[in-house]
Protein backbone atom coordinates (compact mmCIF):
# COMPACT_ATOMS: atom_id res chain seq x y z
CA UNK A 1 0.00 0.00 0.00
CA UNK A 2 2.59 2.80 0.88
CA UNK A 3 4.30 1.92 -2.53
CA UNK A 4 0.80 2.86 -4.04
CA UNK A 5 0.37 5.81 -2.54
CA UNK A 6 3.53 7.23 -3.37
CA UNK A 7 2.84 6.61 -7.30
CA UNK A 8 -0.46 8.47 -7.10
CA UNK A 9 -0.39 11.42 -4.60
CA UNK A 10 3.01 11.82 -4.94
CA UNK A 11 2.46 15.16 -2.56
CA UNK A 12 1.04 13.50 0.27
CA UNK A 13 2.78 11.76 3.15
CA UNK A 14 1.77 8.40 4.00
CA UNK A 15 1.43 9.64 7.43
CA UNK A 16 -1.07 11.86 6.53
CA UNK A 17 -3.28 9.57 4.62
CA UNK A 18 -2.98 6.98 8.32
CA UNK A 19 -4.28 10.65 10.22
CA UNK A 20 -7.09 10.99 8.03
CA UNK A 21 -7.74 7.30 7.90
CA UNK A 22 -8.25 7.59 11.78
CA UNK A 23 -10.26 10.66 11.89
CA UNK A 24 -12.41 9.92 8.55
CA UNK A 25 -13.25 6.30 8.80
CA UNK A 26 -13.19 5.94 12.75
CA UNK A 27 -16.03 7.48 15.37
CA UNK A 28 -18.70 9.06 13.44
CA UNK A 29 -18.10 13.06 13.64
CA UNK A 30 -20.13 16.60 12.61
CA UNK A 31 -18.06 16.85 9.41
CA UNK A 32 -18.61 20.25 7.40
CA UNK A 33 -17.10 20.32 4.31
CA UNK A 34 -16.53 23.89 2.24
CA UNK A 35 -15.79 24.54 -1.16
CA UNK A 36 -14.44 27.83 -2.75
CA UNK A 37 -16.66 30.89 -3.47
CA UNK A 38 -18.92 30.80 -6.06
CA UNK A 39 -18.33 26.90 -6.64
CA UNK A 40 -17.42 25.74 -10.40
CA UNK A 41 -18.52 22.11 -10.68
CA UNK A 42 -15.56 20.78 -9.31
CA UNK A 43 -15.87 22.30 -6.39
CA UNK A 44 -19.81 21.10 -5.89
CA UNK A 45 -18.78 18.17 -7.32
CA UNK A 46 -16.25 17.51 -4.47
CA UNK A 47 -18.28 18.65 -1.92
CA UNK A 48 -20.94 16.55 -2.73
CA UNK A 49 -19.23 13.51 -3.66
CA UNK A 50 -17.06 13.46 -0.49
CA UNK A 51 -20.24 14.70 1.84
CA UNK A 52 -22.14 11.39 0.61
CA UNK A 53 -19.30 9.24 1.23
CA UNK A 54 -19.02 10.21 4.51
CA UNK A 55 -22.91 10.44 5.22
CA UNK A 56 -22.85 7.01 3.75
CA UNK A 57 -20.34 5.92 6.61
CA UNK A 58 -22.71 7.56 8.98
CA UNK A 59 -20.78 10.76 9.61
CA UNK A 60 -23.23 13.90 10.15
CA UNK A 61 -22.28 15.78 7.32
CA UNK A 62 -23.43 19.23 6.23
CA UNK A 63 -22.38 21.05 3.09
CA UNK A 64 -21.25 24.93 3.67
CA UNK A 65 -21.14 26.88 0.74
CA UNK A 66 -20.01 30.35 1.09
CA UNK A 67 -22.74 31.47 -1.57
CA UNK A 68 -25.26 29.95 -3.89
CA UNK A 69 -23.79 28.00 -6.88
CA UNK A 70 -25.18 27.61 -10.45
CA UNK A 71 -28.71 26.24 -11.96
CA UNK A 72 -26.80 24.18 -14.03
CA UNK A 73 -24.90 22.77 -10.79
CA UNK A 74 -28.63 21.91 -9.15
CA UNK A 75 -29.40 18.62 -11.03
CA UNK A 76 -27.35 16.26 -8.03
CA UNK A 77 -29.47 13.55 -6.78
CA UNK A 78 -27.74 14.42 -3.10
CA UNK A 79 -29.12 13.78 0.08
CA UNK A 80 -26.52 15.48 1.95
CA UNK A 81 -27.67 19.22 3.58
CA UNK A 82 -26.39 22.11 1.28
CA UNK A 83 -26.39 25.25 2.96
CA UNK A 84 -25.07 28.65 1.56
CA UNK A 85 -23.66 30.41 3.85
CA UNK A 86 -24.43 34.31 2.12
CA UNK A 87 -28.38 33.42 2.38
CA UNK A 88 -28.36 31.20 5.58
CA UNK A 89 -25.72 32.89 7.84
CA UNK A 90 -27.00 31.49 10.91
CA UNK A 91 -27.67 27.67 9.75
CA UNK A 92 -24.21 27.91 8.21
CA UNK A 93 -22.07 29.05 11.66
CA UNK A 94 -24.30 26.53 13.89
CA UNK A 95 -22.62 23.65 10.84
CA UNK A 96 -19.30 25.09 11.53
CA UNK A 97 -19.00 25.54 15.01
CA UNK A 98 -20.69 22.06 15.68
CA UNK A 99 -18.24 20.70 13.56
CA UNK A 100 -15.36 18.20 14.49
CA UNK A 101 -13.84 18.39 11.50
CA UNK A 102 -13.83 21.22 8.37
CA UNK A 103 -12.74 20.12 5.09
CA UNK A 104 -11.90 22.64 2.75
CA UNK A 105 -12.32 21.15 -0.85
CA UNK A 106 -10.83 22.53 -4.53
CA UNK A 107 -9.27 26.05 -2.90
CA UNK A 108 -5.92 26.51 -1.52
CA UNK A 109 -6.00 29.58 0.47
CA UNK A 110 -8.56 30.85 2.87
CA UNK A 111 -9.47 33.76 1.00
CA UNK A 112 -10.60 31.56 -1.79
CA UNK A 113 -14.04 31.29 0.49
CA UNK A 114 -14.72 34.62 0.58
CA UNK A 115 -17.36 35.27 3.40
CA UNK A 116 -16.23 32.28 4.93
CA UNK A 117 -12.43 32.84 5.26
CA UNK A 118 -12.09 34.06 9.01
CA UNK A 119 -14.86 31.19 9.98
CA UNK A 120 -12.34 28.93 8.15
CA UNK A 121 -9.18 30.19 9.71
CA UNK A 122 -11.04 30.59 13.51
CA UNK A 123 -11.74 27.53 13.29
CA UNK A 124 -9.91 25.38 15.83
CA UNK A 125 -10.68 21.80 15.62
CA UNK A 126 -9.23 19.36 13.01
CA UNK A 127 -9.17 21.53 9.36
CA UNK A 128 -8.17 19.68 6.34
CA UNK A 129 -7.66 21.04 2.79
CA UNK A 130 -7.84 18.84 -0.33
CA UNK A 131 -7.26 20.81 -3.56
CA UNK A 132 -5.02 20.87 -6.65
CA UNK A 133 -4.32 23.77 -7.29
CA UNK A 134 -0.49 25.13 -7.33
CA UNK A 135 0.58 27.16 -4.02
CA UNK A 136 -1.21 26.44 -1.19
CA UNK A 137 -0.89 28.01 2.03
CA UNK A 138 -0.70 26.81 5.41
CA UNK A 139 -3.87 26.91 7.14
CA UNK A 140 -5.09 23.60 7.84
CA UNK A 141 -3.56 20.67 9.96
CA UNK A 142 -3.52 18.25 7.06
CA UNK A 143 -3.16 19.04 3.50
CA UNK A 144 -3.18 17.53 0.86
CA UNK A 145 -2.27 19.47 -2.50
CA UNK A 146 -2.03 17.03 -5.25
CA UNK A 147 -1.29 19.57 -8.51
CA UNK A 148 -1.02 17.44 -11.01
CA UNK A 149 -4.69 16.19 -10.73
CA UNK A 150 -7.27 17.25 -13.16
CA UNK A 151 -10.12 17.97 -10.20
CA UNK A 152 -10.22 17.56 -6.80
CA UNK A 153 -12.92 15.48 -7.53
CA UNK A 154 -10.62 13.07 -9.23
CA UNK A 155 -8.14 13.03 -6.18
CA UNK A 156 -11.07 12.52 -3.46
CA UNK A 157 -11.60 9.61 -5.44
CA UNK A 158 -8.21 7.71 -4.57
CA UNK A 159 -8.18 9.52 -0.86
CA UNK A 160 -11.12 7.75 0.04
CA UNK A 161 -9.55 4.30 -1.54
CA UNK A 162 -6.59 4.99 0.78
CA UNK A 163 -8.39 5.42 3.31
CA UNK A 164 -10.57 2.28 3.30
CA UNK A 165 -14.02 4.16 2.70
CA UNK A 166 -14.58 2.90 -0.97
CA UNK A 167 -17.35 0.92 0.17
CA UNK A 168 -19.46 3.92 0.69
CA UNK A 169 -19.29 5.24 -2.53
CA UNK A 170 -22.59 5.52 -4.04
CA UNK A 171 -23.95 6.14 -7.37
CA UNK A 172 -24.78 9.60 -6.12
CA UNK A 173 -21.62 10.04 -5.27
CA UNK A 174 -20.11 8.52 -8.19
CA UNK A 175 -21.95 11.19 -10.29
CA UNK A 176 -20.78 14.16 -8.20
CA UNK A 177 -17.21 13.55 -8.21
CA UNK A 178 -17.75 12.28 -12.24
CA UNK A 179 -19.45 16.22 -12.85
CA UNK A 180 -16.36 17.64 -10.87
CA UNK A 181 -14.12 15.50 -13.44
CA UNK A 182 -16.00 16.26 -16.25
CA UNK A 183 -15.98 19.99 -15.73
CA UNK A 184 -12.54 20.70 -15.06
CA UNK A 185 -11.53 19.07 -17.73
CA UNK A 186 -13.85 20.79 -20.10
CA UNK A 187 -15.42 17.63 -20.98
CA UNK A 188 -12.09 15.62 -21.13
CA UNK A 189 -10.26 17.86 -22.95
CA UNK A 190 -7.99 19.51 -21.12
CA UNK A 191 -5.90 18.01 -18.25
CA UNK A 192 -6.32 14.46 -19.03
CA UNK A 193 -2.75 13.54 -19.82
CA UNK A 194 -2.89 11.21 -17.15
CA UNK A 195 -4.05 8.01 -17.12
CA UNK A 196 -4.96 7.79 -13.60
CA UNK A 197 -7.88 10.16 -14.51
CA UNK A 198 -9.54 7.90 -16.99
CA UNK A 199 -8.55 5.40 -14.53
CA UNK A 200 -10.77 6.81 -11.53
CA UNK A 201 -13.59 7.86 -14.66
CA UNK A 202 -14.05 4.31 -14.97
CA UNK A 203 -13.80 3.13 -12.02
CA UNK A 204 -16.69 5.65 -11.54
CA UNK A 205 -18.85 4.18 -14.67
CA UNK A 206 -18.57 0.97 -12.40
CA UNK A 207 -21.45 2.85 -10.24
CA UNK A 208 -24.09 2.84 -12.88
CA UNK A 209 -23.46 6.58 -13.18
CA UNK A 210 -25.57 8.17 -15.71
CA UNK A 211 -23.12 10.36 -18.22
CA UNK A 212 -25.94 11.79 -20.56
CA UNK A 213 -27.60 12.53 -17.96
CA UNK A 214 -24.89 14.40 -16.38
CA UNK A 215 -23.45 16.12 -19.78
CA UNK A 216 -26.94 17.63 -20.52
CA UNK A 217 -27.17 18.61 -16.78
CA UNK A 218 -24.13 20.66 -17.07
CA UNK A 219 -24.27 21.60 -20.58
CA UNK A 220 -27.89 21.83 -21.92
CA UNK A 221 -29.45 23.51 -19.12
CA UNK A 222 -29.07 26.85 -19.78
CA UNK A 223 -31.27 29.71 -19.79
CA UNK A 224 -32.50 31.39 -23.16
CA UNK A 225 -30.77 34.29 -22.00
CA UNK A 226 -27.65 32.89 -21.41
CA UNK A 227 -26.99 31.69 -24.87
CA UNK A 228 -27.87 35.21 -26.00
CA UNK A 229 -25.68 37.10 -23.63
CA UNK A 230 -23.22 34.76 -24.94
CA UNK A 231 -23.99 35.90 -28.87
CA UNK A 232 -23.48 39.04 -27.83
CA UNK A 233 -20.44 38.55 -26.35
CA UNK A 234 -18.65 36.94 -28.91
CA UNK A 235 -19.98 39.23 -31.75
CA UNK A 236 -20.37 42.15 -30.27
CA UNK A 237 -17.48 42.30 -27.26
CA UNK A 238 -14.91 40.00 -28.17
CA UNK A 239 -11.33 42.32 -29.47
CA UNK A 240 -8.53 39.53 -31.14
CA UNK A 241 -5.14 40.43 -31.06
CA UNK A 242 -3.69 38.44 -33.38
CA UNK A 243 -0.49 39.95 -33.42
CA UNK A 244 -0.22 38.50 -29.22
CA UNK A 245 -1.99 35.15 -29.80
CA UNK A 246 -4.39 36.57 -27.73
CA UNK A 247 -8.27 37.86 -27.05
CA UNK A 248 -10.31 39.44 -24.26
CA UNK A 249 -14.42 39.74 -23.90
CA UNK A 250 -15.18 42.40 -21.54
CA UNK A 251 -18.91 42.35 -19.93
CA UNK A 252 -20.74 45.55 -17.81
CA UNK A 253 -22.90 45.48 -14.98
CA UNK A 254 -25.51 47.31 -17.47
CA UNK A 255 -25.00 44.45 -19.93
CA UNK A 256 -25.38 42.05 -17.35
CA UNK A 257 -28.71 43.15 -16.34
CA UNK A 258 -29.69 43.67 -20.15
CA UNK A 259 -29.90 39.79 -20.45
CA UNK A 260 -31.12 39.33 -16.81
CA UNK A 261 -28.14 37.55 -15.65
CA UNK A 262 -27.96 34.61 -13.04
CA UNK A 263 -25.09 33.34 -11.54
CA UNK A 264 -23.04 30.86 -13.56
CA UNK A 265 -24.49 32.47 -17.32
CA UNK A 266 -21.32 33.34 -18.02
CA UNK A 267 -19.35 30.14 -16.82
CA UNK A 268 -17.44 28.68 -19.67
CA UNK A 269 -17.44 32.19 -21.88
CA UNK A 270 -13.53 32.56 -21.17
CA UNK A 271 -12.89 29.26 -23.20
CA UNK A 272 -14.33 30.51 -26.91
CA UNK A 273 -11.53 32.72 -27.94
CA UNK A 274 -9.11 29.85 -27.73
CA UNK A 275 -10.83 27.71 -30.38
CA UNK A 276 -9.76 30.51 -32.93
CA UNK A 277 -6.66 29.69 -34.79
CA UNK A 278 -3.55 30.76 -33.74
CA UNK A 279 -5.31 32.28 -30.04
CA UNK A 280 -3.26 31.17 -27.04
CA UNK A 281 -4.52 33.33 -24.37
CA UNK A 282 -8.02 34.50 -23.85
CA UNK A 283 -9.34 36.55 -21.08
CA UNK A 284 -12.95 37.45 -19.72
CA UNK A 285 -13.45 41.16 -17.75
CA UNK A 286 -16.83 41.29 -15.81
CA UNK A 287 -17.80 44.02 -13.71
CA UNK A 288 -19.26 43.31 -10.53
CA UNK A 289 -20.64 45.32 -7.80
CA UNK A 290 -16.93 46.12 -6.38
CA UNK A 291 -14.49 45.29 -8.52
CA UNK A 292 -13.90 43.69 -11.89
CA UNK A 293 -13.70 39.82 -12.04
CA UNK A 294 -11.09 38.51 -14.29
CA UNK A 295 -10.83 34.83 -15.56
CA UNK A 296 -7.35 33.27 -17.53
CA UNK A 297 -7.67 30.38 -19.81
CA UNK A 298 -4.38 29.93 -22.22
CA UNK A 299 -3.11 26.78 -24.36
CA UNK A 300 0.15 25.31 -24.14
CA UNK A 301 2.80 26.56 -21.50
CA UNK A 302 1.62 30.39 -21.26
CA UNK A 303 1.28 30.55 -17.63
CA UNK A 304 -2.13 32.24 -17.05
CA UNK A 305 -1.42 32.19 -13.02
CA UNK A 306 1.50 33.92 -13.19
CA UNK A 307 -0.09 36.48 -15.35
CA UNK A 308 -3.49 36.78 -12.64
CA UNK A 309 -0.81 37.31 -9.94
CA UNK A 310 1.58 39.87 -10.85
CA UNK A 311 -1.05 42.07 -12.32
CA UNK A 312 -4.62 41.23 -10.84
CA UNK A 313 -3.71 39.75 -7.29
CA UNK A 314 -4.98 36.45 -8.46
CA UNK A 315 -3.79 32.83 -9.48
CA UNK A 316 -4.99 29.17 -10.17
CA UNK A 317 -3.49 26.69 -12.57
CA UNK A 318 -1.05 27.39 -15.64
CA UNK A 319 -4.27 27.12 -17.98
CA UNK A 320 -6.52 28.30 -16.06
CA UNK A 321 -6.65 30.99 -13.41
CA UNK A 322 -8.84 34.26 -12.29
CA UNK A 323 -7.85 37.38 -10.15
CA UNK A 324 -9.81 41.13 -9.73
CA UNK A 325 -8.98 44.86 -10.57
CA UNK A 326 -9.93 47.89 -8.59
CA UNK A 327 -10.08 49.69 -11.86
CA UNK A 328 -13.01 50.46 -13.65
CA UNK A 329 -13.77 48.10 -16.67
CA UNK A 330 -12.21 50.19 -19.13
CA UNK A 331 -8.75 50.79 -17.27
CA UNK A 332 -8.69 47.26 -16.52
CA UNK A 333 -8.85 46.72 -20.39
CA UNK A 334 -6.65 49.39 -21.20
CA UNK A 335 -3.88 47.99 -18.29
CA UNK A 336 -4.64 44.82 -19.61
CA UNK A 337 -3.74 45.97 -23.49
CA UNK A 338 -1.04 47.57 -21.96
CA UNK A 339 0.49 44.73 -20.88
CA UNK A 340 0.77 42.39 -23.33
CA UNK A 341 3.64 43.74 -25.32
CA UNK A 342 5.66 42.80 -22.06
CA UNK A 343 3.94 38.87 -22.77
CA UNK A 344 4.72 39.32 -26.50
CA UNK A 345 7.75 36.68 -26.13
CA UNK A 346 6.05 34.57 -24.27
CA UNK A 347 2.80 34.27 -26.32
CA UNK A 348 4.57 34.14 -29.87
CA UNK A 349 6.65 30.65 -28.34
CA UNK A 350 3.97 29.15 -27.09
CA UNK A 351 3.43 26.04 -28.84
CA UNK A 352 0.59 24.21 -28.99
P1 LIG B 1 -12.58 31.06 -13.07
O1 LIG B 1 -11.99 31.82 -14.19
O2 LIG B 1 -13.39 29.90 -13.57
O3 LIG B 1 -13.30 31.93 -12.09
O4 LIG B 1 -11.39 30.44 -12.25
C1 LIG B 1 -10.43 29.63 -12.87
C2 LIG B 1 -9.42 29.16 -11.88
O5 LIG B 1 -8.73 30.27 -11.31
C3 LIG B 1 -9.99 28.40 -10.73
O6 LIG B 1 -9.24 27.21 -10.61
C4 LIG B 1 -9.84 29.26 -9.53
O7 LIG B 1 -9.46 28.53 -8.44
C5 LIG B 1 -8.77 30.27 -9.92
N1 LIG B 1 -9.17 31.62 -9.51
C6 LIG B 1 -10.24 32.32 -9.96
N2 LIG B 1 -10.29 33.53 -9.39
C7 LIG B 1 -9.23 33.62 -8.54
C8 LIG B 1 -8.75 34.63 -7.64
O8 LIG B 1 -9.30 35.72 -7.50
N3 LIG B 1 -7.62 34.31 -6.93
C9 LIG B 1 -6.98 33.13 -7.06
N4 LIG B 1 -5.88 32.90 -6.33
N5 LIG B 1 -7.42 32.16 -7.89
C10 LIG B 1 -8.52 32.39 -8.62
MN1 LIG C 1 -10.90 22.21 -9.37
Redesign the pocket.
Known amino acids: MPTEILNILKNTDIEIIASLKNILAGAKLNVAIVP ?1 E ?1 P ?1 GDAIGSALGLGEILADFGHNVNIVSPNDYPGFLKWFGSEVNVIKYSASKKEGKAAINNADVLICV ?4 AS ?1 AGILEKKILKFDKIKILIDH ?1 PYPTDFCDFTISETTYSSTAELIFDIVNQIGLQNNITKNSAEALYTGILTDTGSFSHNTSRPNTFKVVSELMKFGIDTKKIQSGVYDNFSVNRMKLLGYCLNEKMQVFPEYRAAVITISKEELEEFDFNPGDT ?1 GF ?1 NYPLSIKGIVFSV ?1 FIEKKELV ?1 A ?2 RSKGNFPTNKF ?2 ENF ?5 LN ?5 SKLTLQETLDMFTQLLPEFKHLLLETEI
Open positions: HNDDFNDRHEVLKSFASNGGGHASGGE
